[in-house]
């Protein structure tokens, strides 16, 4: 995956979450699309934050 495919604020909220960043690295190709895609939709910081939140909570806890 392409660092210059990640929106800037996506970018940014995993710069801030060591966890979320490792996570998503590990993430199949397919599951970083979905998820880029995800972030392309935001319209605010906290939807971010909770985008990104998302990816460093605990496997049973992501619904």
Known sequence: MD????????GFALVQNPDAMQRFAKLSEARQAAILRQAQAVTSK???????????APPDAQG
Not at 3 to 10: E, I, N, Y
Not at 46 to 56: F, R
């Open 46 to 56: 906290a939807e971010m934050q909770a985008l990104v939140n998302g990816l460093s």
């Open 3 to 10: 660092t210059h495919d990640l929106p800037l604020g996506f």
